[in-house]
């Protein structure tokens, strides 16, 4: 029988192709937030039991920054409590742990490349509760890896060239139409490496199949705005 792996997250941005990755190789349970609700311990502990992963890819977070700055208290209980749950459930179980972080666990002042050696120092309340998972995970470090990773995209309708062509297309339209079209704004001053979610599923595979721990930073080359 193939190993278990639940992935939490799996509606999101990168748990959409976490999903379509792993399914081949693997046993697979992909859940949302409306199956399972990681701040609600009950439901985590119940999903475990029932189905009793070797692995767990946890990509479950609330990521608008702009949400998380309004919603404090739900940001921290979701990003940092709901990440502790998984990690004592998983400790619990004896699974393995993958838990996706976020460059913003980074201030962007040092004007090149971070290493995982580098100081964190978070500028947003989503980077700080992202921060604060990787410390929950770290309770246990034997069993887990963090993998923080940037700007992503994939073949999920969340990822932002696909909102952006699809804004485009209605621009199109509209122009086609005889319409005006409503003005896209990109922004242009905020620099980082933008990161296909397939790839991120690969290097996953790889730190799974050699058992590897710790804290990596899993993002592609080069560096871009969003505008470029």
């Not at 609600?40 to 920054?65: G, S, T, W, Y």
Request: glycine letters at 8%; proline letters at 2%.
């Amino acid at each position: 029988m193939p190993d278990r792996m639940l992935i939490i997250g799996g509606t999101g941005l990168l748990g959409v192709d976490l999903t379509k990755f792993f399914s081949s190789s693997y046993k697979v349970c992909s859940v949302g937030h409306r199956e399972m609700d990681i701040t609600n311990m009950d439901q985590v502990k119940k999903f475990f039991e029932n189905f009793q992963p070797h692995f767990v890819l946890h990509a479950a977070a609330i990521a608008d920054v702009d949400k998380c700055e309004i919603y404090q208290d739900l940001a921290m209980s979701v990003n940092a409590d709901g990440t502790e749950n998984i990690v004592r459930a998983c400790h619990e179980h004896d699974a393995f742990l993958v838990y996706y972080s976020t460059d913003y666990v980074f201030d962007g002042k040092k004007g090149r490349s971070y290493e995982e050696s580098d100081k964190t120092g978070p500028i947003n309340f989503y980077g700080r509760t992202k921060l604060e998972g990787e410390s929950r995970v770290m309770e246990y470090p034997d069993m887990a890896a963090i993998l923080r990773v940037a700007w992503l995209y994939g073949s999920s309708d969340r990822s932002f060239i696909y909102r952006l062509i699809q804004s485009g297309l209605k621009q199109a339209g509209d122009r086609a139409s005889g319409l005006k079209g409503e003005e896209i704004k990109i922004v242009a001053d905020q620099i980082s490496t933008p990161t296909w979610t397939w790839d991120v599923a690969r290097q996953t595979e790889v730190i799974l199949r050699a058992g590897l721990t710790g804290l990596f930073h899993c993002t592609a080359e080069g560096q871009a705005t969003r505008k470029e």
